[in-house]
């Protein structure tokens, strides 16, 4: 093959966990080139990736950026039926992807079968098994290889300018994030304030903010707790890679499945998820520690208290 396209539409978290199969098909496929069809989300985040060629931006002229490729083959890890007719009007001969009734019999397209229920795994693993249908006959089988997330010499110059007048004692970083635009289960803005006040007492707690969410914050956390020595607010502008590298200077990240809890897995930073039980499957990570469907906030709390204290206090 000569190019390779994989398209990817989606937030962030569903960017991080692609990358290890997006590395597999460049893997798999080490002379040829890889274009990247994303969203302003997924560009900013693969950037600083070097063997990516190039990172396409979709558009209203999408069909034309794809055919002026010259694709051999693109991997769609969207595969509504709206994106996929889309995609059928270009010119790439074999398009992959997973299957739907409405693909079943187009010989276009190549398919994966995916169903939580008869093969439950996490869809880091599911897109690198749709990206193993790619592979010439007798190809070995890659490893299920992760890249981390990286950033630039400006954002680790921010991030450095925001931690050096805070955390004077050198307490261990809790990272709490309350906001997830997908997550299935979470706490209230209100019991975020309770746990965070617990948390201040032994570590340095940074809360993340982002658009209206940093008025939304002030608003409802007491306010005592702005003057409080261990806790700050972290104000994000459009670069995610300023978050990557703060997340990449914390110790222990509490969120709700969310794309924050994903750049943590991805860089080795030890978490804890608010998740479903169906979540931990589809997007558990390696250093995550688990609250399943929380329904008693004072046991919940004094949880997340223990699993924080046994995270950090033990490596002290």
């Not at 994989?6 to 990358?19: C, M």
């Not at 409802?220 to 806790?231: D, Y």
């Not at 080795?268 to 520690?289: A, Q, R, V």
Request: one cysteine or more; proline letters at 6%; glycine letters at 4%.
């Amino acid at each position: 093959m000569q190019a390779i396209g994989f398209y990817i539409d989606s937030k962030i978290g569903d960017s991080v966990v692609a990358l290890p199969a997006i590395y597999a098909l460049k893997t798999l496929h080490p002379n040829s080139k890889l274009y990247i069809f994303c969203n302003p989300i997924t560009q900013n985040l693969y950037s600083p990736f070097e063997w990516i060629e190039e990172l396409v931006v979709i558009d209203k002229h999408l069909i034309s950026h794809i055919d002026e490729k010259k694709l051999d083959c693109l991997i769609s890890s969207n595969a509504d039926k709206n994106t996929i007719n889309y995609l059928k009007t270009s010119k790439t001969p074999i398009l992959y992807t997973f299957l739907k009734p409405y693909n079943l019999f187009d010989p276009r397209i190549k398919t994966l079968f995916a169903n939580l229920i008869t093969k439950p795994q996490s869809i880091k693993k599911t897109l690198f098994d749709l990206v193993w249908l790619t592979r010439s006959t007798g190809t070995p089988k890659p490893s299920l290889y992760t890249p981390k997330l990286q950033t630039f010499a400006k954002n680790k110059e921010l991030i450095d300018r925001f931690l050096s007048p805070l955390n004077p004692s050198k307490k261990k970083i809790i990272m709490l994030n309350p906001f997830g635009y997908a997550a299935k289960v979470n706490f209230s803005l209100e019991q975020y304030a309770e746990i965070a006040q617990k948390l201040v007492e032994d570590f340095f707690v940074i809360i993340p903010t982002f658009g209206d969410k940093n008025k939304i914050v002030q608003e409802v956390f007491p306010q005592e707790i702005f003057s409080h020595p261990n806790f700050c607010l972290f104000h994000n502008d459009e670069d995610l890679l300023n978050l990557v590298e703060l997340i990449s200077r914390i110790d222990l990240l509490i969120s709700p499945s969310t794309g924050n809890i994903h750049i943590a897995d991805n860089l080795g930073i030890p978490s804890i998820g608010i998740f479903s039980l169906k979540d931990t499957i589809l997007w558990g990570g390696e250093k995550m520690s688990y609250l399943i469907n929380p329904k008693n906030f004072q046991k919940d709390l004094n949880k997340i208290l223990t699993l924080s204290h046994s995270a950090l206090l033990s490596t002290i």
